[in-house]
């Protein structure tokens, strides 16, 4: 079992910085692959960022890349999601998931088997 528990989420203007964090507990952390996805109300749930379980490679959705910054701290059990230059259009939910099937993870929400409660991020326009 994994327990994941976001924070650092809220409302921002446009153009501004959040970094959301995310720590893990029940199994050890460095052994899976980490992803956040985000999900705006009436629509699907959709990647956004992925991280090796060694930090060594990550992977992002186009619409976010060269704006957030995936990263993790594994003497920390946490994964951070660095987003700045904020679009209204970042609005959503914003879960933190972990693959303890890969190593690697994937972009699909279905390969991750455990997920957090999500925190929100508003951006005003």
């Known amino acids: 079992q994994v327990q994941l528990v976001e924070s650092g989420g809220g409302l921002v203007q446009a153009g501004g910085s959040l970094r959301l964090s995310c720590i893990a507990s029940?199994?050890?952390?460095?052994?899976?692959?980490m992803g956040w996805f985000r999900q705006a109300p009436g629509k699907e749930r959709e990647f956004v960022a992925r991280?090796?379980?060694?930090?060594?490679?990550?992977y992002y959705a186009d619409s976010v890349k060269g704006r957030f910054t995936i990263s993790r701290d594994n003497a920390k059990n946490t994964v951070y999601l660095q987003m700045n230059s904020l679009k209204f259009e970042d609005t959503a939910g914003y879960y933190c998931?972990?693959?303890?099937?890969?190593?690697?993870?994937?972009?699909?929400?279905?390969?991750?088997?455990?997920w957090g409660q999500g925190t929100q991020v508003t951006v005003s326009s």
């Open positions: 998931a972990a693959d303890t099937r890969s190593g690697g993870g994937t972009v699909r929400p279905d390969d991750y088997n455990y």
């Open positions: 991280i090796s379980r060694s930090a060594d490679t990550t």
């Open positions: 029940g199994r050890t952390f460095n052994f899976y692959a």
